[in-house]
């Protein structure tokens, strides 16, 4: 990662806060008086002995500690909330909502959050979708299920227009649960507000289930989505090993970050190769992928092999174009290699049972686990904090095990990716045996 | 279901019964010298009463009961049994297994069951596939894991090579664990077998993930399936109703009959629209199944579709041919769905996000459910009984709650099917709330 | 089972029906005209051949087959139901209460249906629980969770008092979902509204996770309780091998029948000890069940047995007297045999690791698995044929695979137990390797 | 935590390393070279600022990093390994074993490698238990099952006898899975092994359910125990609102610290008590627990409270004396609370549906979820990374992300407790609404 700035990590701040946290009477009875950060609390962003000499004295890279303040920037009563998801699917939407909700009633008395449909075209008047109004009653059971209680919807839409409707609606805080593309339309929103001089917070909670926001520990349904490729993965397997020169191959999300093939990979045990859009490989070559597949069916009857989303671009024709969401429309990888293997079969005569699973919407779509709903939940609660107190511009995070605030405009600079010298690749390698490079 | 015949539920037994069974001993020690059933046992094939008296005193088509017999025809210690997984996977396939060794084993004493390998091919030499020894231990396991341990194929064999080859492994018994292609096959090495002279029991356990196998209760590993199918549907009800417009295809297994359709729209409750090959219906009408869905989405703002794999065969011009077990090829109604689904759409200018889902695979490879686990011990079970004493042509099923012998040519000679006017559909139209007719 | 007389299986009819049923216009726009059944559809009790032969001649004893009627006896706008709930919780009891609102709501029309609250005691004014107004909306999602949406309570209460607060609510058809003590208090209802010239109808759909009511194919729930008891028998397996002298000890449901502990035993494949009330055994003697548990352990290292709570009645010398269901209170056979155990290995100086598990509440309150929700809904829409027809004092049942009526007499005349000589404890002696008797 | 000093981070290690790491070929071969790490690599204990910059200067305190060292002290094809499982049960142990198994063999060539049977007791030959000889295959499956394929015990067992029996099997590198208990143990096998001046390296793999470690991210099987802990959650939750007055009431795992019982309660959000170790409170006061619960089963009609083992000891007049593993023993809480529940309820003529739960062992015995896999076979590769280095008295642990060395004596210094001022507990009151202090 590119060396850090101050400038990188200036959380903005709405302005003085003046009220009293309605924290500090609820902390204050429960004996809780220390549980207020100042923004002065900070973590290392790089916390190795290594750097720390490398600076000389210098200042390090620091990112703000995130959790309730003990003044904050609106009035209570007077503040109205507004989540938004957008984007694709993923675990744990609804116990982000959920905790957002409850954390501003019950904590802060908020008593106005309306849920915008269908994401960033419900900030859009012409669009015709009522928000709806949410409320701790209205959103108790929403967690037992998978989806966003809201809808969902891809691609920007005219920030002046969703300025506009956010101040029709009298929102002073929009919270915007959704990935990098989502997180830059917040900032546009917020750059709008500015310039309007509308006292807006835009709070953001990064969603990606590619597990690709840079200086997140992990985002959230991420570890939901892994367990739920192993099933996929274990089907893949028991195909394979039922049938004679018996292939299975499964195509798993990652656009740009191969994280859930490899985690799934390495937690299955079962897989013999996995392809990711950061490891460059050939096909066709000697030791290509096709080759070395034949090899390994030949010698053991069966092999699994796992292929991320965005892996082998190169190889692609694709439809070319871009979804509404802005990302670049790949051919289907997964669907492409189903067909060079059995060509590469049927050109040697030899039999192949090969199963393709695309498990993606059966991932995407399943409630959050234990973990990852108690992890949404503190994402939800820290959001909430930043926004009360003024915050804005920013999304919560989890770095190195503390719960901090960092800049969209860092987060949406870079992306984190599978270092392909790094160990998690070298635990697959390890794990599956293939080789470090097929040419 | 057609008049049944004496002659078509006549079961073969290869001779007379000389040698007192294991269990005679092992059976008078427990107690149990009633747990014995002679061949005279039988069950009614209609238990209603207007056919009783439709009769006028004739005596009613009855299935003979299977069970253990006082006496065998094969002497356990000189008998060597075999046992062939054919056809796609199924869950229990692995649980029947081990209960025919089992049973095999510690009850009857047999001491040598080869496990053929991949199927019928295993059967011919000329493949190489070395049979496994199963034993109690190397079974032990298996059942934790889907799939089948010996492996599959599709598609029959040269009669006379299988039986030759049965001849040279010493082979008394097989049992065969496949489809009505497979019992087919099964049939046509008892007839090559009889020809020779050869004193060869084939005894079959069927084997249908889509439950169409006449006269059985339900097939083993349809539950299972049908549980599993469930949660596919889910994904595709929560996908559709995070977006506005969003449609959920999920394309179910069912070459000829619907039920896993059936039951897993009924046991969802999320389902909109069930389509299936028993019942015709029209896409493109005014009141056909696009502008039915069309209106659906338009009112609800999501739908949620479930398409058999062999339904609207009349409106596929598929690749054509058959597969390699003779099962005639069809274009792939899911995708041919989704495109037409889309088409109509654009063509009204209405925007759509549409999901489709196929989890063929992940069902197929599941382990099976603990009360599919029991039906399968039980069926195999009662293959080994039933192939110990000398009964051959037949599969074991269970009909009307108890368990019988079926003769091959009976099972194989037509297909169980949703009945249009009957109560699983009656139950698909209440609980989908589609019309009766497409058109 | 009892020889039948044509007087047990009578059901009675509230009288003559005159309404044309909803379900015939439906039904006929459907093309469904066939679909409704008449009173004379009936079918066999006993299927077996040799049953037949020894009648003689005589009519053989059958069930009246449940199903639409194209005449009914309650006008659906001016009928009003009310559901009860009674007994422990059962996986399912939100499907049946779903499958009645429904039905009546959808198919016939009606449009009142009280949920009583918690039981009995929800039809006796002076506890005060008001009860909900069910409609198709409030009901829609309660099929997603376990146990019972209108509270429960364990025994009787005074039918007079129950009678006049039904014709307070103006209830004309009581459906009772319960155990058979439940049942006769829904037949004690009906006696008295009888006496009363009251036109209540009483439906029963028999609720026993046990498994033993008389001729019923399977009670509703007991699969998914079979399942959730083999998740605990694998947790008393794991403990028990990874333990030296390690002994894993389950006590499963099953006051006077010992489906559960039989079934779930055979599907796990892992125990080796097996009691139920139906076989008699001693822990003592030198054949005993402690002495067999002891060499067992010295000889594998590890054993696993499972109880079933009302198994080794005559051990114990309990607390004595009821519970309020009328249930006789036992002492925990468990909790004693664990006692048991630990003292005899404790006399011969061996070291025991003994897990006890008592997974009961875990199994009763999860939701229903597919084929039981399918299950459950067929057995609720028959309970509203039966009552929109006029019958009365019957539950609601499945036999040989046809959904029937059967008077409540009946099935509370007696319970369904393990055959100590029948299949199913045979497999049980198969699968665990347990002798025949403990002695 | 105490502040920490060199000494107290100091690792141990056996000598000089003059082998060349087989990885060093290998991780060439594929371009890895930068794999490798120093015993310089280190990350700081404290990253928070303010605590830089209270050290004025001073080296802040460190953890030596993880990983793969160029040189190493054992050769490999000389050395011999032993892995020992001791304590309870905790999901991921056959993981932990699977990957000390693999990357020996796989990444070292190690080929010999003990699996001690039933913990320390296998380390002492008059216990008799036979080593198994581990391969790759023979643990290949046994991540599919919870417990451990070694067999476990509790207690410690005299060093000298453990390090004689090491000595016969010519062991050089032992293996501790086990908690703190066990690590004490594996610290005197340690310091034996340094009197005689015998080459052995003591790595520990620290195994608690409890997450209880102190400087560890989280434990193994930690976060698959909070997942199993829920599902009893749930039923408890579903128990209690159907019935009437129902308390649904759950004993949970954790002896001294109560992170189970919080992160379980927080992620099922139908909490309303969570009672831990680390919090005192009063039950009978009139703020007490029993008064508390009363008026919200009054209030609400039912009631959820998590208990923690080792909670209320002051209330417990137990048993006295400790376990085997010197675990002071509790009377259990679960049972007191129960009754004194009871009794309250029925001193005050209220009814009372109270169902208990105790699920430990349906906890403790479940296999890894797909995370914890991963997180063990992390762990298991650093332990065999540090052992083959010839570092010994450590554990392996995870810090703020980064794999660790901890020495053993630093880790058995204290235990992780949950802070009753911090943000678990706090969570815990916003999810529950339970008071701060019960008095």
């Not at 969902?152 to 409707?165: L, T």
């Not at 973990?371 to 190195?400: E, F, N, P, S």
């Amino acid at each position: 990662m590119k060396e850090l700035t101050p400038a990188d990590l200036t959380v903005r701040n709405l302005g003085e806060r003046t009220i009293v946290s309605p924290l500090e009477i609820q902390f204050g009875e429960m004996g809780y008086e220390h549980a207020f950060f100042s923004d002065d609390s900070r973590v290392l962003v790089d916390h190795s002995l290594s750097h720390l000499k490398n600076l000389n004295g210098a200042e390090p890279a620091c990112f703000e500690v995130a959790g309730p303040r003990r003044k904050i920037y609106f009035h209570p009563r007077k503040t109205t909330g507004a989540i938004v998801t957008c984007g694709g699917l993923c675990p744990g939407l609804n116990d982000v909502i959920r905790a957002i909700v409850n954390q501003s009633f019950y904590r802060y008395g908020v008593r106005r959050i309306f849920g915008i449909r269908y994401g960033f075209e419900g900030l859009v008047e012409s669009y015709g979708h009522q928000p709806y109004n949410l409320t701790p009653e209205s959103v108790s059971n929403i967690h037992s299920f998978g989806g966003t209680r809201l809808g969902s919807s891809r691609g920007p839409q005219d920030p002046a227009k969703m300025v506009d409707y956010l101040s029709d609606l009298g929102v002073n805080i929009l919270y915007v649960i959704g990935g990098d593309g989502s997180q830059r339309g917040a900032l546009a929103i917020e750059q709008e507000a500015i310039r309007r001089g509308m006292e807006l917070a835009v709070v953001g909670v990064p969603k990606t289930i590619d597990n690709d926001m840079i200086y997140m520990d992990k985002s959230f349904g991420y570890e939901t989505a892994c367990a739920a490729a192993v099933t996929a993965i274990n089907a893949a397997h028991t195909e394979a090993r039922s049938a004679r020169n018996g292939v299975g191959l499964v195509r798993l999300m990652g656009r740009h970050s191969g994280f859930i093939a490899c985690s799934a990979s390495i937690a299955s045990g079962d897989v013999n190769c996995v392809l990711i859009p950061e490891v460059p490989f050939e096909l066709d070559g000697e030791h290509g992928v096709l080759a070395n597949l034949y090899e390994r069916v030949m010698r053991r009857g069966h092999s699994v092999i796992i292929v991320a989303e965005g892996a082998g671009e190169h190889l692609m024709t694709g439809p070319g174009g871009a979804d509404a969401s802005g990302n670049k429309k790949l051919g289907d990888i997964g669907v492409f290699l189903k067909g060079k293997i059995e060509e590469y079969f049927r050109s040697r005569e030899t039999e192949l049972t090969l199963k393709y699973i695309d498990p993606s919407y059966m991932i995407r779509s399943v409630p959050a686990s234990p973990q990852d709903r108690i992890y949404c939940m503190r994402l939800g609660q820290a959001a909430v904090h930043a926004a009360m107190a003024g915050k804005t511009g920013i999304v919560v995070g989890r770095w190195h095990s503390t719960y901090v605030h960092l800049p969209i405009s860092l987060v949406t600079s870079a992306r984190k990716q599978v270092d392909p010298k790094g160990d998690i690749w070298l635990s697959v390698l390890e794990s599956t045996g293939q080789p470090a490079r097929f040419y």
